[in-house]
């Protein structure tokens, strides 16, 4: 009996169905004896080790070894102090509880107080926040895992309610045709303010400091957001950088404060600590690109040429196609039906991949030798034990998404391990 079924039940059916199991229970200790019937079996047989033999085997990815290929995907869920954005109690918990990953990587986090565009997103622009970080990171180190933090400005996506009334930045200025998180719910988003040369040059030296924040806070290495429509993407992409100076226009030049931010990164880490995550064809934040093929094509070899430890991709998914605002926008699909395969021949480290994945489409995709990695993001959120389901051939639990961006403990931490669920199902019996 599941705790789920108890849940549904009211209280009279629930005892009937106590009673019912007690009986049930009893004739069965009149036939086997007084056996220990209600203790779980344990499995002798991880029948999901061998189905799932590639995506369970080790992998030299860059200067480490990883335990798997199975990698928790960034998820923002906003944990953090809205005012000092440090990590806390609750961080050190829900990392820890995950680190039977073979990689971890963090929620994103802001290289500066004005890139914020998540409140309650933890930063790293602070010695507080590196302080907090370090208690993160010393936990899952304790458990046996690794760890990367996604670093991250948010660029046009941050809003001026969250940022004490200062303009977001933004290669052009050109206002996402979208709604806003912020304190006090949703709100339009405003047109950033275009940058400076200044302004540029003050985000690459941002980004090396966070860098140098991560390594004291005992990161194993950085992923560079570069996805979704946040400050590097919209300098990627042609639709929102417009600009006709030497970081606009062509796709080097497109692509420059990318490169620069990377070399920075490497600079405080070493390229076999570094990761990055594209969304060539996403449209998350009012996103678009005339030509994916050539803007990713000139950054994937000239990061193969930096020798990075992998490239992340965020592949085509339906639920994109309802954040393109504009009807001229083409399918994500038709552009680049599969991100892996289309630069697969640009660079020679790591691919990581993205899309609703499951266990059995993981181990396809790897055993195809078309991705090196598969991160996992909602089956993260409600399985710590994500690994050790897969493994068994476990049933998942289903995220609770009504809490995936509140305070507290709620939808964050309190979700069970199997065996953990399996032990509750039985105390329930036992009222």
């Not at 209280?11 to 036939?31: K, P």
């Amino acid at each position: 009996t599941s705790f789920f079924f108890f849940k549904q039940k009211t209280a009279y059916e629930i005892s009937a169905c106590l009673v019912g199991s007690e009986m049930c229970i009893r004739d069965r200790r009149r036939v086997h004896g007084d056996k220990q019937l209600l203790k779980p079996k344990k499995e002798k047989v991880m029948s999901g080790l061998q189905k799932y033999n590639h995506l369970f085997s080790k992998l030299k990815l860059g200067d480490f070894e990883l335990k798997n290929r199975i990698v928790m995907s960034p998820l923002t869920r906003c944990r953090a102090d809205k005012r000092t954005c440090v990590p806390n109690e609750l961080h050190v918990e829900y990392y820890s509880q995950r680190a039977s990953a073979g990689l971890i990587i963090t929620e994103c986090s802001q290289v500066t107080p004005i890139s914020q565009a998540f409140p309650g997103a933890a930063g790293i622009h602070s010695e507080e926040q590196a302080q907090g970080w370090k208690a993160v990171t010393d936990a899952v180190h304790n458990n046996g895992g690794k760890i990367f933090l996604q670093i991250w400005h948010g660029g046009r996506a941050c809003h001026p309610f969250n940022l004490n009334g200062i303009a977001p930045l933004a290669p052009s200025p050109l206002a996402i045709r979208a709604k806003a998180h912020t304190a006090e719910g949703s709100k339009w988003h405003e047109t950033p303010r275009e940058m400076t040369e200044e302004d540029i040059q003050n985000v690459i030296r941002e980004f090396r400091v966070g860098a140098e924040n991560a390594l004291k806070a005992g990161f194993d290495g950085l992923e560079l957001h570069a996805a979704n429509g946040y400050l590097i993407d919209s300098f990627i992409r042609d639709w929102t950088n417009r600009r006709q100076d030497k970081w606009g226009g062509s796709v080097e030049n497109r692509g420059r404060l990318c490169l620069a931010v990377i070399d920075e990164l490497i600079a405080v880490f070493g390229p076999g600590r570094i990761g990055i995550r594209f969304s060539p064809v996403g449209r998350t934040n009012d996103m678009y690109d005339n030509d994916p093929i050539s803007t990713y094509t000139y950054l994937v070899s000239e990061l193969d040429k930096r020798n990075i430890a992998y490239i992340h991709f965020l592949e085509p998914d339906e639920r994109w196609e309802h954040n393109a605002n504009s009807p001229y926008f083409k399918n994500a699909e038709a552009q680049i039906p599969s991100c892996i395969d289309a630069f697969r021949k640009y660079f020679r480290n790591a691919f990581m991949d993205n899309v609703e994945y499951t266990a059995e489409s993981a181990e396809e995709t790897i055993a195809a030798g078309r991705a090196e990695l598969i991160s996992f993001g909602r089956p993260y959120m409600s399985n710590p034990d994500l690994v050790e389901r897969f493994a068994n051939e476990w049933p998942l639990t289903k995220p609770l998404l009504q809490y995936s961006y509140t305070p507290g403990a709620r939808g964050y931490t309190d979700y069970l391990t199997y065996e953990q669920e399996q032990q509750q199902n039985l105390s329930l019996i036992h009222i």
